[in-house]
């Protein structure tokens, strides 16, 4: 029998797209939004802990250094789990971490949290592109990547003005903490307005087991490399 041809399917709406764009921007925002959270308080990071300027910018250093490092695996993760799920995940791991940083009695206590939050910032590029694309109509697509790229920026305007005033009105450790709560309420909303924006995970093939196993033989290669020419 002849299988009856299917109708095609209707374009997203204004509203759908303005949606995914919104969450996604927003996402993108709190991903802005965390990289500057702690420089923002360096100055009574300084005083709490007693530590130079140059182990501060560690912080930023790991933060950045384990992202850049991630993002790679971020992106192998996005085609096979689908963005939404990864997106979210790095998301959470990213506020966490951050609310953590507000509870430690350390300065060391940082390091570790700030390269698990590097991790969780790794996903939003791959993640949130993918989302966009697959999403978002055609001939919206560019208001969409613009729309993303402008949140970012906000996310960085945002992050010392919300710091700092906050740590004037009660303390650093309390401006950290609801630093990390605004990302958790940023999944939430994902999860809440964004349930329909999950990809099915793509079914990995022999062949791309192998082009991953290249990929991955080459980059331990040139890392070892790097090390012993060091």
């Keep these: 029998m002849t299988a009856l041809p299917t109708a095609p399917s209707s374009p997203p709406s204004l509203g759908r797209d303005i949606r995914v764009m919104g969450l996604v921007g927003a996402a993108h925002w709190a991903s802005h939004f965390f990289h500057l959270v702690l ?6 990071l300084k005083d709490e802990f007693g530590v ?11 933060l950045y250094g384990s992202s850049g490092i991630a993002q790679t695996a971020a992106g192998f993760l996005v085609d096979r789990f689908g963005a939404r799920r990864i997106l979210l995940s790095g998301l959470t791991l990213l506020s966490v971490a951050t609310l953590a940083c507000g509870l430690v009695a350390s300065y060391w206590m940082l390091l570790p949290l700030s390269i698990l939050a590097g991790i969780g910032n790794s996903v939003f590029h791959p993640a949130d592109l993918s989302i966009l694309t697959a999403k978002v109509s055609t001939h919206r697509l560019g208001r969409g990547y613009a729309t993303h790229a ?16 906050i740590a004037q009105a009660w303390d650093w450790r309390v401006a950290v903490i609801c630093a990390g709560l605004i990302g958790l309420a940023i999944v939430a909303a994902f999860m809440i ?3 329909d924006l999950a990809d099915e ?25 790097a090390i012993f020419s060091s």
């Design 39 to 44: 420089p923002s308080v360096f100055l009574l």
């Design 193 to 195: 307005w964004g349930a």
């Design 150 to 165: 402008l949140c970012g920026n906000l996310g960085w305007a945002a992050a010392p003005i919300f710091m700092i005033g």
């Design 201 to 225: 995970p793509t079914t990995t093939t022999d062949h791309d087991q192998v082009g991953m196993g290249k990929l991955s033989e080459n980059i331990a290669m040139l890392f070892f490399s």
């Design 52 to 62: 130079s300027y140059a182990a501060l910018g560690l912080l930023t250093t790991v």
